[in-house]
């Protein structure tokens, strides 16, 4: 199994001496394992870190093992953010969350609009933390876990939405609440 694809770095552990093993999150082939030769070099550390956009050319015997990858950085990455403890604790947590809860070897195309979108509004320090509520309801939604939070579930009150039914996955306002 061969593709070439974007994708960012979700995370990254040391392999043997001079190897690493990276969590990628690709835009057509979903959450992928690979090992990456060299990666603990001088050269490729910097854009191995979580958040880091590349181009992946992946190499597998079967779709199974886990596969070989050869990357390259496209931009400059999250070291724009260098500057901004808030949006790095967000990043890790966005690159966290993406990790966790998607699963490996599934295609899902909207999560990596998503955190697409999310890595450029982690520029916008009033707006990000809004944006990644939204990612995590969009990757939930992705996931077949929708919530309902246009209205509540017991009044259909469109106000003072604070809860939210565990049962339903829909919002409850505080009165009702």
Avoid: N
Wanted: charged share 20%; with cysteine.
């Amino acid at each position: 199994m061969d593709f070439t694809d974007d994708a960012f770095v979700l995370s990254a552990r040391a392999h043997g001496d001079t190897g690493v093993v990276v969590e990628l999150l690709t835009e057509a082939h979903g959450r992928r394992a690979a090992y990456v030769a060299g990666g603990a070099s001088r050269r490729m550390k910097p854009f191995l870190q979580a958040g880091a956009r590349v181009s992946v050319e992946y190499k597998a015997r079967t779709s199974d093992h886990l596969g070989s990858a050869r990357l390259e950085p496209v931009g400059e990455g999250p070291s724009a953010l260098f500057d901004d403890p808030l949006a790095l604790t967000g990043l890790a947590a966005a690159a966290a969350v993406a990790q966790g809860s998607l699963p490996e070897r599934e295609p899902h195309p909207g999560a990596f609009l998503a955190f697409e979108a999310l890595m450029s509004a982690f520029a916008l320090p009033d707006v990000w933390p809004a944006i990644f509520v939204r990612f995590e309801a969009g990757l939930l939604d992705d996931l077949g876990f929708g919530l309902d939070l246009s209205r509540c579930a017991v009044t259909g009150a469109m106000d003072d939405l604070v809860w939210v039914s565990p049962r339903t996955g829909r919002a409850v306002s505080a009165d009702a609440g």
